[in-house]
């Protein structure tokens, strides 16, 4: 009898945690698809983050007493049950004349966001600690962006919201075994470029390394997410996250889990759908998985038509991802390492050894003089030369050679007049020319001072801050992302507008301006 009340407790439990985590499709089965396939609001992404007013099985109920009747308004349906949000910032008017430090320092208020404050209904995921937000429509934590931002937090000398950050992330890690692409439920089938051991190095800065110890049981089952399946692996094989490449090696590629249109981005999904020649499944989870890169979209996960219906993410073996995964297997190694665990720590290491030997031989492309893409089902290397590659500056896995002619390409191809530019194709997509992204920018610079090449990385971060400086006194603004090339021009591309802020771009910058010591130029 106490078997079975355990056993039903256990289920209750599972079913309450369940309900709690349904994505808005879930919740509003029908009305779901009827608002995001009409244009009753200009993002998709309104409707998935708004809060319904009360619970959904009685809006439920009235949806459908309501639905077919001829009178039936579907937005004022919607307005009346749900509270629509804004952006972050609607409220805020910033004052050129204050300066760009004193902007981003009161950003840091306008972006920062109580923990406490997640309605019972909403899409949003709770977390134990307050934290940042990038701005805009970005409502809540995102994980990649997150890393960027610490670097400006840091040298604003709040690294106790660093810390809450971390920890909220350790809290993600230990609750749903992974880090979500951001904190929502229709965010739950995926995760983003693993920074979370990059973030401890932040917080090592101020606390020492010890937060490797301190963090090391969310390092490993981050590592066991990126790495499930891969031991049951046969060559020319994948599971989820893993590879097992021709000569035997380990490699990871993005994935998601679900294989169904992007609830945030719905209409957008559906409707490019209808121009591949892809089983809809495998194109939705290809789109997932770029999404998963946070390279949202570019003609890196393309074939060489540059065409967002042949989009093959799944097939590619990112040099980024593989970067960060090294980088991983390093800092599990070294927390072995400060434990005094010999063992441990030379299974981790050669981990990241063999890690490092694989990329190499799959990503060094000796034609172009740069690190790529792979294709693991056509065996080469992909045909697009992007920003990516500079990962292999950043965690040195560039040999001394290999940098001196990475630095070549990147002052004569990549580099332009405001910074350095993502792709060399302009698609229309937004990880494409003419853009370019705060991240890239300084995994470029910091990679590059990591070989000694101190002038080209002052060179693109004086380009990069004037940059942008430029928009700043133009509109008040610090955006998602700029025009590297036509510098009088807005960014563009994507799915939603240019977005303003914003969070990775804030950190980035003040981290280069107190590096470079630099304001106006």
Not at 87 to 109: E, P, V, Y
Not at 240 to 264: A, F, H, I, Q, T
């Amino acid at each position: 009898m106490r078997k079975a009340f355990l056993t039903l407790s256990l289920l209750f439990v599972f079913l309450l945690t369940y309900a709690q985590h349904l994505t808005p499709r879930q919740l509003f089965p029908g009305l779901f698809e009827a608002v995001q396939l009409t244009d009753i609001f200009p993002d998709n992404k309104l409707f998935v983050d708004a809060t319904p007013k009360r619970s959904p099985e009685l809006i439920m109920q009235d949806y459908t007493a309501q639905k077919d009747k001829p009178d039936f308004n579907l937005k004022q349906f919607v307005t009346d049950n749900f509270d629509i949000p804004g952006t972050h910032n609607d409220a805020f008017k910033s004052d050129i004349s204050m300066g760009i430090r004193k902007h981003i320092d009161t950003l840091w208020q306008v972006l920062y966001r109580r923990h406490d404050t997640v309605s019972k209904y909403s899409s949003l995921l709770a977390l134990p600690h307050d934290f940042i937000v990038p701005g805009g429509r970005f409502r809540e934590t995102y994980y990649w962006d997150s890393y960027f931002t610490m670097l400006g937090l840091q040298e604003s000398h709040k690294t106790q919201v660093i810390e809450n950050m971390i920890d909220n992330f350790a809290y993600l890690i230990d609750t749903y075994g992974f880090i979500p692409n951001g904190t929502r439920t229709y965010y739950l089938t995926r995760s983003q470029p693993p920074f979370f051991s990059m973030m401890l190095d932040l917080l090592a800065k101020n606390n020492g390394e010890k937060v490797l110890v301190k963090y090391q049981p969310e390092l490993l089952k981050e590592y066991a997410f990126w790495m499930e399946g891969a031991g049951k692996l046969k060559v020319g094989e994948a599971h989820r996250m893993v590879v097992r490449m021709p000569g035997g090696e380990l490699l990871n590629r993005y994935w998601d889990d679900s294989d169904k249109p992007r609830e945030e981005s719905f209409k957008k999904d559906v409707d490019a759908a209808k121009t591949t020649q892809q089983k809809p499944g495998d194109f939705f989870r290809n789109i997932r998985a770029a999404a998963e890169s946070g390279w949202d979209f570019s003609t890196r996960w393309f074939d060489s038509s540059d065409k967002l219906e042949t989009i093959e993410t799944t097939d590619i073996i990112p040099v980024d991802l593989n970067c960060l995964m090294y980088h991983l297997e390093l800092s599990i190694a070294r927390s072995y390492q400060l434990q005094g665990k010999g063992s441990q720590y030379k299974i981790y290491q050669n981990k990241a050894l063999q890690r490092k030997k694989a990329i190499q031989k799959y990503s060094w492309s000796a034609g172009t003089g740069w690190f790529m893409d792979y294709n693991w089902k056509l065996n080469r290397i992909t045909p697009h030369q992007t920003l990516a590659g500079v990962y292999a500056l950043e965690f040195k896995i560039a040999d001394a050679k290999q940098a001196d002619i990475m630095a070549k390409a990147l002052k004569t191809k990549f580099f332009k007049s405001g910074g350095l530019v993502t792709t060399f194709s302009r698609s229309g997509q937004q990880w494409d020319s003419p853009n370019a992204w705060a991240p890239l920018q300084y995994m470029a610079i910091d990679g590059l001072n990591k070989f000694k090449q101190n002038a080209l990385a002052k060179s693109i971060a004086e380009a990069w801050i004037r940059t942008n400086i430029r928009v700043f006194e133009d509109t008040g603004k610090l955006m998602e992302k700029y025009n590297v090339l036509d510098t009088d021009v807005k960014a563009g591309g994507g799915e939603y507008p240019l977005q303003d802020g914003f969070g990775w771009t804030n950190g980035v910058l003040l981290n280069l301006l107190n590096h470079y010591q630099v304001d106006q130029l």
